[in-house]
């Protein structure tokens, strides 16, 4: 399109000029090689999009770069430190992008010829602001999301009477724990329990109800916040539920997890919407149908997860790698192919509308949660990502690991987190 | 991140052996002797095969040079370099300050510090010693030809050695597991069901116990894990240190009316020390140096209150997870003095003694 009009202006501003550009045309048309480095899922995702974006740029072949998970950030890290060997167009996801968002790395693309600013309000709220960093620039544009929502078992609360929809607090959450913890076979230790770690909890509370502006861990000014109220009643009702033993102590991504999930052994699960594909998938197909999802307690909107794609600084064709982030970001048929390859929640408002938002999930036992999802995603507040927010979430998960596993108090857990996270930062 | 593990230390220790003082003047040596009849000779083809008989025993063995100082030499050069300046990776080079002593005064004062290499220091004990007290009576036993198949057997203790290591963490964790772990399993029906109930209340274990989660468990955890994996390997190593030791003395020991016990203790252990004193070497730059391990069952953080956070796993966090480089460079030095300083200890403690032992 844009070279369609600059052809035209230089036709009609003289011939040398368009012989310039006709150069500039031959060489584009001579096609160029741009590479995107990604992490499974995204790389299904990504199999199906090329074809459809060589419908459209025939000259740009896109050739895909697939590690695992950990290794895809490792690697783009070693290749940022080193200067080389970073593909054109990386996948980062959201719990690596404040590291990746320290000078330097990923290319600003708030100023020409990007001008990414243009396209704010096409996405989730919460989405673009994680993609930009407190100094104005646009590290990145958000793909998928992980609206937060709680899981449960239907058939495992019908069998203790109990009802999720009687849950409206956080209180009324550990309530119903109370009566689904139990001894169900008869050798005095309970084998049903509320949730696999009281952790997750804890981790749900102080995601939520964050102030506009502030992050999880630190406050406008980048002053941690980690001992203030939020966290406070976090970990107060995490301890809760441990000293109760309404928890499984099972921690995620453990085969002892899956194995739960399996079972039926814990009522219900707080995740990002994304675990539905992982249980109907791989974790515990069986059990499609028993469950269901809805809002966490206290209407808390939380957000899990989230996808980016960025340019890094070393590319050499940015300008080819722009349209293939835009192409994957910004389109409506994209996102939704991506949604119907791997559950990866769309960041695109107008893909939000679709008709498939209202189709019954046969998995939940027909509910319509992904309008549900749709609705959390749209509400999640902004929060602004911090470099320190890896160093600052391990030392809150590790405060609370101690309160849950060693009986630390909770006061002093919480200051202790503060004083190792302002002297880490500090440097 | 794979870590310098024994087997690697292995090879450092052979290679520094083979291309060290003791490898150099042989290659070396026969240039000096053809250069005899060079200099009569005056014509260019001769110097041209003077100058190749010099210079082609160093050709031959640069390669190992050259890839030495890419990949061994300069990085470790760079990690000192980098350990007076601070580093945020992710803006290249270019981002590099120089910090001073800030990073290792940082580090001495850091709180996570001090309490990993104290894990990893108690690691190495409660996982290194078993290692030895388990390996060298095995290795007696299946040297003294009282066991058939010793082959089979010295090579099923070898087995976990070669195993992968993630692999192996993995199955481990799953052994570990609270609710369903085959260890709390088994545990639970020693209580029940075979009447061991009174020995868990005496320790107070509750059941089902949570490995992986109570700091108090972990480093047990990872320690059974440790001496499972190595134990054969120390049993291997004295497996062909006892073969050194020659027959006779055994045999007239027998005549003198000693025991089994007696020969162990009286022949085995004394002649032995050199080779203990290179397993416990082995073994402390080995345990220093634990990754793999703590960082698969602790799912990569380091556990409940850092119980399971070594020095090495702590360095990798530091510098790769949270992008303080200069750190990082900063902690392995200071692990690289420590480890210096064990080694030296157990010089002083066994190796010393051994060896004079050995040359008299």
């Known amino acids: ?427 | 991140m794979k870590t310098v593990r024994r087997p690697g230390s292995e090879a450092g220790g052979l290679s520094a052996q083979g291309s060290g003082p003791a490898g150099y003047p042989a290659p070396a040596a026969p240039p000096r002797a053809a250069a005899g009849p060079a200099p009569r000779a005056g014509r260019g083809r001769v110097s041209w095969s003077r100058w190749q008989r010099r210079a082609a025993p160093y050709l031959f063995i640069s390669p190992f040079f050259v890839l030495f100082a890419i990949f061994g030499l300069y990085p470790i050069a760079f990690s000192f370099y980098l350990s007076f300046h601070s580093w945020n990776a992710v803006g290249g080079l270019g981002t590099m300050t120089r910090v001073g002593l800030e990073n290792y005064t940082f580090l001495l004062s850091d709180p996570w510090f001090w309490k990993s290499l104290w894990n990893t220091v108690v690691l190495l004990a409660i996982s290194g010693l078993p290692q030895h007290v388990i390996a060298i009576p095995l290795a007696f036993i299946l040297n003294s030809g009282l066991v058939r198949l010793r082959n089979l057997f010295s090579s099923s203790y070898f087995m976990p050695y070669i195993t992968s290591t993630v692999a192996v963490s993995m199955i481990f964790t799953t052994i570990y597991g609270t609710q369903y772990g085959a260890l709390n399993a088994a545990l639970v029906w020693l209580e029940q069901h075979a009447g061991f109930g009174w020995l868990f209340d005496a320790l107070k274990l509750e059941l089902p116990v949570n490995w992986l989660g109570r700091a108090a468990y972990i480093k047990p955890a990872i320690a059974m894990l440790v001496v499972w994996r190595w134990f054969g390997w120390n049993t291997v190593l004295y497996l062909a240190g006892l073969q050194t030791i020659p027959r006779e003395l055994y045999e007239a020991a027998m005549v003198d009316g000693a025991g089994i016990y007696q020969q162990f203790r009286w022949i085995t252990v004394p002649l032995l020390k050199p080779i203990i004193f290179f397993a416990v070497t082995l073994t402390i730059i080995g345990n220093m140096q634990l990754f793999d391990e703590p960082y698969i069952l602790t799912g990569g953080t380091g556990g409940t209150s850092e119980a399971g956070l070594t020095v090495a796993l702590y360095l990798y966090r530091t510098g790769f997870e949270w992008l303080y480089m200069g750190s990082a460079a900063a902690m392995s030095w200071v692990l690289f003095l420590v480890i210096g300083i064990m080694s030296a200890v157990n010089f002083r403690l066994i190796g010393r003694g051994g060896l004079q032992r050995r040359e008299g």
């Open chain 1, 1 to 427: 399109m844009i070279r369609g009009f600059r052809a035209l202006g230089r036709l009609w501003a003289g011939l040398l000029v368009a012989a310039l550009w006709l150069a500039f045309g031959a060489s584009a048309s001579a096609g160029s090689t741009i590479t995107i480095g990604v992490f499974p899922d995204l790389d299904s995702v990504i199999k199906k999009v090329i074809p459809e974006f060589n419908k459209v740029y025939p000259d740009i072949e896109v050739k895909l770069q697939v590690l695992g998970y950990g290794d895809h950030h490792n690697a783009l890290l070693t290749a940022l430190a080193t200067g080389s060997g970073a593909p054109d167009v990386v996948a980062v996801e959201i719990g690596f992008l404040g590291r990746f968002a320290l000078e330097g790395g990923l290319t600003d693309l708030s100023k020409p010829p990007f001008n990414a600013g243009q396209y704010r309000n096409l996405f989730v709220p919460y989405a673009w602001g994680q993609a930009n960093t407190a100094d104005g620039r646009i590290v990145a544009m958000p793909t998928d999301t992980g609206p937060g929502t709680m899981f449960y078992r239907r058939d495992v609360l019908q069998a203790a009477g109990l009802d999720i929809n009687g849950v409206a607090t956080w209180d009324d959450l550990v309530a119903l724990g109370r009566k689904v913890t139990r001894d169900t076979s008869g050798d005095g230790k309970p084998d049903v329990f509320l949730i696999a770690a009281a952790s997750t909890i804890a981790d749900a509370m102080y995601r939520g109800d964050i102030p506009e502006g502030e992050g999880v861990y630190f406050d406008v000014k980048g002053r941690p916040v980690v001992d203030g109220p939020r966290f406070v009643k976090a970990f107060t009702t995490a301890q809760q539920v441990r000293r109760a033993g309404l928890d499984a102590r099972i921690g995620a991504w453990s085969n002892e997890w899956y194995e739960a999930f399996k079972r039926g052994t814990v009522a219900v699960e707080l995740s990002g919407a994304w675990l539905a594909g992982h249980l109907q998938n791989w974790m515990a197909p069986d059990t499609a149908g028993k469950w269901g999802a809805r809002n966490l307690p206290e209407n808390m909107f939380v957000s899990w997860g989230g996808s980016f794609y960025a340019i890094p600084e070393q590319s050499k064709n940015k300008a080819d790698a722009w349209k293939l982030v835009q192409f994957l970001t910004t389109r409506r048929d994209i996102q939704l192919l991506a949604f119907k390859t791997t559950n990866a929640f769309p960041a695109l408002l107008a893909a939000l509308d679709d008709p498939m938002f209202d189709e019954p999930m046969p998995f939940l036992g027909g509910q319509k949660a992904r309008r549900m999802w749709a609705d959390v995603a749209r509400t999640v507040r902004v929060t602004v990502i911090h470099p320190g927010d890896p160093v600052a979430s391990e030392i809150v998960g590790s405060a609370l690991a101690q309160v849950l596993d060693e009986g630390k108090d909770v006061k002093q857990a919480l200051t202790e987190a503060r004083q190792l996270i302002e002297r880490r930062v500090r440097r």
